[in-house]
């Protein structure tokens, strides 16, 4: 009889594609890299949306932000939308969540009730007796708070009680905890009571329990760092030192001929309002010129320190892999839901700026004997595209009438070098002040918002740091023109079709 495939998921969020150790010496990931030996890095993934939700909703659904709805932070995705969990259980697979899940918001509606949000996020006995199936997860356990938010609770403030964490809320800013607000850099919690720690010692023991059980599983084990703020406990706080490594900067005159609202980050005194059409605010959309070059370094310092820190906890995760025996029948792949800023054109955090370092993400596979081993490869990965690679590598029916994603199982496999020839990220706040959308292919970048007459277009292999935006060079108007007209192609081609067609009327 032929096993199905395992399939463990294990994210970060917000770590930028060039923070893994193999590829980079100034940082130290060894259980990452183990990862890049044993299998293959993927050098140019992409997030169909530089932010948390419309990300994540597209690993578990297949869809851009567009189609499943969950557009933005602060929306929800469908309960009714097929999703990758929805479609293994059909096939005899057991599936489960632990760490992040953030495909609700914080607040809760009649119309769009929440699950993530206050009270019921605080509300320790719900959530020791929910036993609810969560978009195609048999068992979660979740979080929501990075770091020390106040908005912890769930079954990571269930398990540091059970820890015998009695004071957890010392380690949380107000109104959940009493942290002092003006602590930086150095997290005051112990190690043992992190959330890294809890995450991987959950992964594991539903590991243990699928492996006792012979069970055909979906794990994702959802990391919360090195999402900011950046905060992590000792000895993690200190182990980079900030004037060893490459600070990322502006390059004068850079956003010269960008549109308007790169200019505008870098003015003392933003005024950003123009970019407001509803009572919520625009991620990314103030001044970032007010971070001097200690901070900028301290920053990046600790940043760092919070990736070596999860990577030590991913490698607890491998480790169990392989004492119970599972590592040649399971599929892991290590990913994050989209990138980071730190210093990069003048940038800090997130938002509207699609730049790689935003859009593009680490990729790793492992499949023993069917995934190569330490080989790195430049075909075009999208997260849209896992749930549908991962549903054919487990010969699961039916799902593509339902993802727009592509299959990229032969190019995993290494039998097939491309399987799509463009990307499209989105990005939408407003109903048409903050909306754009990019296309993507071996060369070229362009960026399109929309009812605007402004745009980018980058060179990525003459400009790979994109410090020089053709959008109105005359020399690259027949360029412009084909880009976009093969975005338009990539639009069309990602359309859905739901059922084949089965009648001439």
């Keep these: 009889m032929v096993l199905k495939p395992n399939i463990l998921l294990i994210t970060t969020d917000q770590q930028h594609w060039n923070t893994i150790g193999a590829f980079n010496s100034e940082i130290l990931t060894p259980n990452i890299d183990r990862l890049v030996k044993e299998g293959t890095t993927f050098s140019r993934a992409y997030c169909p949306n530089p932010t948390c939700t419309p990300s994540r909703a597209s690993i578990i659904t297949g869809k851009y932000p567009s189609q499943h709805g969950a557009w933005s932070i602060g929306t929800k995705l469908s309960e009714d939308e097929p999703t990758l969990g929805k479609e293994l259980i059909s096939n005899g697979y057991t599936t489960s969540l632990i760490g992040k899940a953030h495909f609700q918001p ?13 009270p019921i996020l605080q509300d320790l006995d719900y959530w020791k007796n929910f036993n609810q199936c969560f978009y195609g997860f048999n068992h979660v356990e979740l979080a929501r708070n990075h770091v020390n938010e106040p908005h912890v609770g769930q079954h990571y403030a269930i398990w540091m009680e059970e820890k015998g964490c009695g004071n957890w809320r010392d380690y ?90 790169f200019q505008k980050t870098q003015e003392n005194e933003a005024d950003f309002s123009e970019y407001r059409e509803t009572e919520f605010g ?33 490698g607890k995760i491998l480790d169990q892999i392989e004492e119970l025996g599972l590592r040649e029948n399971t599929i892991v792949v290590f990913t994050s839901d989209h990138g980071h800023l730190f210093g990069q054109h003048g940038l800090h955090d997130k938002g509207g700026f699609h730049y790689e370092d935003l859009l593009k993400i680490p990729f790793l596979v492992r499949y023993p004997g069917v995934v190569p081993e330490n080989k790195v490869s430049a075909s075009l990965q999208s997260l849209v595209d896992l749930a549908p690679t991962l549903l054919s590598l487990t010969k699961s029916d039916h799902y593509h009438m339902k993802m727009s994603g592509v299959d990229q199982s032969e190019v995993w496999k290494g039998e097939n070098s491309d399987a799509r020839d463009h990307i499209i990220c989105e990005f939408r706040k407003q109903p048409t002040r903050v909306h754009q959308k990019t296309f993507v292919n071996d060369r070229y970048k362009i960026t399109v918002y929309y009812n605007q007459n402004y745009g980018e277009l980058f060179d990525l292999e003459e400009d ?34 739901p059922m084949p067609r089965i009648a001439g009327a």
């Design 282 to 314: 625009n991620i990314g959309f103030h001044s970032h010129s007010n971070i001097t070059e200690d901070q900028k370094k301290k920053d990046m310092a600790v940043y760092y320190g919070m990736i070596s820190m999860l990577d030590k906890y991913v």
């Design 106 to 118: 914080l607040q809760s509606s009649d119309e769009f009730p929440s699950l993530e949000s206050y």
């Design 172 to 261: 949380f800013l107000p109104p959940t905890g009493t942290m002092d607000p003006a602590q930086e850099y150095t997290w005051p919690i112990p190690e043992k009571f992190h959330y890294n720690t809890w995450i991987a010692e959950r992964t594991n023991e539903k590991l243990k329990e699928y492996k006792d059980h012979e069970e055909p599983f979906f794990l994702w084990s959802s990391f919360f760092d090195p999402h900011l703020p950046y905060l992590v406990p000792e000895p993690w706080d200190k182990m980079y030192d900030p004037d060893k490594l490459t600070i990322p900067s502006l390059k004068e005159g850079e956003h010269d001929l960008n549109p308007p609202h």
């Design 464 to 497: 790979p740091n994109e410090w020089e935006n053709l959008w109105d060079d005359d020399d690259y108007q027949g360029l412009k023109k084909e880009l976009l007209l093969r975005f338009l192609w990539g639009e069309l081609g990602k359309e859905i079709l």
